[in-house]
């Protein structure tokens, strides 16, 4: 294969290539002497010959590469494969997290429903029904200021009894 080729096949497809080799292999080092590995066969390529789609070609290089890689790697003694969707974390909390969670959840909950009902109205209207200040002082009947004084009055109650053991 000439060399022209390949220069032009690496710029239209070698970053593509070794965005894919390193989602394979979870590391980029790796990667990137596989992406050059690929070029390097595609030149020892014999024949001048057209190819209809030097894409899937040059992914199916990558992907014989990726089988030995895999092979190779095997057979080191201490290796272990972990394929790239078990080094995704889970997302979950942990059952003791959870259980904090729910328990500061429920503190939270009652420390609103011990609130005077003028800054209980407050605080869920801001926190949970997403109003501005301004509206709530509409929807209540009172001033901008007032809705104010209860949002800290009801964020200072609800602070200090999550922060009680």
Known sequence: ????????????????LQRYLTRQLNCAQTAADLTQEVFVRLMRRKGAGT??????????IASNLLVDHYRGAKQQPGF?????????????PDPER???TRDELSRLVRAIDELPP?????????????????????????SKNTVMVHMMRALAHCRDRLSED
């Not at 032009?8 to 593509?16: A, D, L, P, T």
């Not at 190819?51 to 199916?60: Q, T």
């Not at 003028?118 to 009172?142: C, N, P, T, W």
Request: proline share 4%.
């Open 1 to 16: 294969m000439r060399h022209g080729d390949v220069r032009r096949f690496y710029s239209e497809h070698g970053e593509e």
């Open 51 to 60: 190819m209809e789609n030097p894409r899937a070609y040059l992914y199916r």
């Open 80 to 92: 272990v494969f972990t394929p790239l969707w078990e080094t995704v974390p889970d997302g979950a």
């Open 98 to 100: 959870a259980l904090l």
């Open 118 to 142: 003028r800054q209980r109205d407050v605080i869920l209207l801001h926190k949970f029904d997403g109003l501005s200040y301004q509206a709530i002082a509409e929807r209540l009947g009172i």
